[in-house]
């Protein structure tokens, strides 16, 4: 098992960034495909990015392409979400999750393990 932490999360202004990282400890974090989600008041849970397991791919939701920036570093058992040019629609508590089966996904049902989630609030 992997247990995530998220943090970086906040208020912030209409075009404004944040980076929100995601902490594993448990299982050895280079076995998981991982992800974010996000899910906003009144709405589904939504993918927004995922990246294999080595970092060698990764996946935007049309909504992230070309503001958001998901990485890794296996070392140091960490993720992370560069967001940038950041709208009041992406006001969501953020999810990070990891995927044992080291197929990239985008549904939220295919993977295991979820954080806790963090508040991303962007102000208009």
């Known amino acids: 098992q992997v247990r995530l932490v998220e943090s970086g999360g906040g208020w912030v202004q209409s075009g404004g960034s944040l980076r929100l990282s995601c902490a594993a400890s448990?299982?050895?974090?280079?076995?998981?495909?991982m992800g974010w989600f996000r899910q906003a008041p009144g709405k589904e849970r939504e993918f927004v990015a995922t990246?294999?397991?080595?970092?060698?791919?990764?996946y935007y939701a049309e909504s992230a392409k070309g503001r958001f920036t998901i990485s890794r570093d296996n070392a140091k058992r960490t993720m992370w979400l560069r967001m940038t040019s950041l709208k009041p629609e992406d006001t969501a508590v953020y999810y990070c999750?990891?995927?044992?089966?080291?197929?990239?996904?985008?549904?939220?049902?295919?993977?295991?393990?979820w954080g806790q989630g963090i508040q991303v609030t962007v102000a208009s």
């Open positions: 448990g299982s050895t974090f280079s076995d998981y495909v």
């Open positions: 999750a990891a995927d044992d089966t080291l197929r990239a996904s985008t549904d939220s049902l295919d993977f295991d393990y």
């Open positions: 990246i294999t397991w080595d970092g060698g791919a990764t």
